[in-house]
């Protein structure tokens, strides 16, 4: 595969692919819909670069939490059921058995130490994406989340990475905005954060010194296929043709690949942020609260709280019983934040595939069409490392990780994928 490279989304997974392809000299065109880059999911998240917690989303914990979970209005996590959110859920529940997590888990720890890597690098080559390196702290309000925090960081000393429980006086002693009454928390020293939006725009830039073209208000309505290949964009400035096809489209990946004839389960997980100017109340790097899952990210000139995840299609309402929970949570951890009057309020679709892993490569049967989506609660870490693979794919090298069990046509069938899927995670469990 080579020639030009069209590339469909303009969030962190679409730029990231257009810079690394750039770099190694291909010619490239990013088709964004909106009217500038990171518009949607990229741009409001919480900005951790982060290689903790690299759970999946389907495993036999989180479906039992989920469960648990769906009762509580202000629970972190909420599903709508629908008759559309059945085939996904069926792929979860099998994904969600102990064997798949584990392989699933050792992937995902995998990409987000790739992605951390990355993130470091590019800061130190001198690219602006406005990195900070101090570290992240973890906040445990229950004695769960403590015991909880501990195997973790077991986990981590067990491969050679840095991590530290703390116990309530040395919490407050590191952050004295946090709240006394903790039950403890850790300290992650070698994690990184980022305004996410500023990371993304910084990294449009250096493609467009590259040579890469990004035209936005350019929506790609379907792609047009003769041969066994994709021709061209049908879009709506037009026609565009290309010699490779990147469908980077976030959670609409599913939308764009059916209406081209694949089938992609990607579901959104809506998430919610609430911003605070920047007081004494801030900490001063990004703290994860581990009781209700919600972050809060110093970012320049403001405290950024995110939080929830919501499982309800594309659907982009906002849910008030969330956004107080976050403000809530916010305040219970961090108490300086009582009274602080929010300036602003965001949601963003996650893409999020059935087991959790990211949908990245080639589609078999259409070869110059290639995925990167499916990338959920981690896309900001963990996306750099797909536009890595992209990169080789399309180049014809070897890629720096097995693809296998990213593979984005890996549900195309219900009745065929355990048996299929069976000798993969034999192959992923061994290797
Ligand atoms: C509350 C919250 C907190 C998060 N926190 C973190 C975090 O701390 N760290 C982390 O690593 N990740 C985090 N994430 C996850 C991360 O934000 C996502 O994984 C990532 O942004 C997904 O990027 P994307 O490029 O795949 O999708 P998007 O950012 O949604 O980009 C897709 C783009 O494609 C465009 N598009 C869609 N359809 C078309 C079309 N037909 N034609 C042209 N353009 C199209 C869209 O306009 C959009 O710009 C968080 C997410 C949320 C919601």
Known sequence: MNGDVVVIGGGVAGITIAYELARHGASVTVLERREGVAEECSSGNAGMVASTHAMPLASPGALREGLRYMWRPDSPFYLRPRAQMVPWLLRYGKASTPGRA?????????????????????????LETGL??????????SQGSLEAGRAEIEQRHARGLPGELLNPEELLELEPSLSPSLAG??????QAWLDPEIFIRSLAKAATALGVKIRNRVEVLDLERRGGRVVAARTTAGRISGDTFVI??????????????LYLPVEGGKGYHVEMPDSAASPQMPVYMADSRVVATPLPGRLRLSGTFELDGLDERVDPVRIR???AAGVRVLPGLRGVEPTGLWRGLRPCAPDGLP?????REVPNLLVATGHGIGGITTGPV??????????????????????PDRFRSLVSWPRRERAVMGEAVAG
């Open 185 to 190: 928390g850790a300290l992650y020293s070698d």
């Open 359 to 363: 949908l990245v490569g080639p589609i």
């Open 102 to 126: 584990r392989a699933a888990g050792k992937l995902l720890t995998e990409l987000t130490q790739m992605g951390l890597d990355w993130h470091r690098k590019v800061h130190a080559d001198g």
């Open 325 to 327: 929970a976050i403000t």
């Open 132 to 141: 900070r390196t101090r570290g992240h702290l973890d906040a445990y309000e």
């Open 248 to 261: 980077a489209a976030g959670v609409w990946s599913q939308t764009l690949a059916r209406a081209t004839g």
């Open 386 to 407: 797909t536009a890595q693979l992209i990169g080789e794919v399309i180049r014809g090298e070897q890629p720096s990780l097995p693809m296998e069990l990213m593979r």
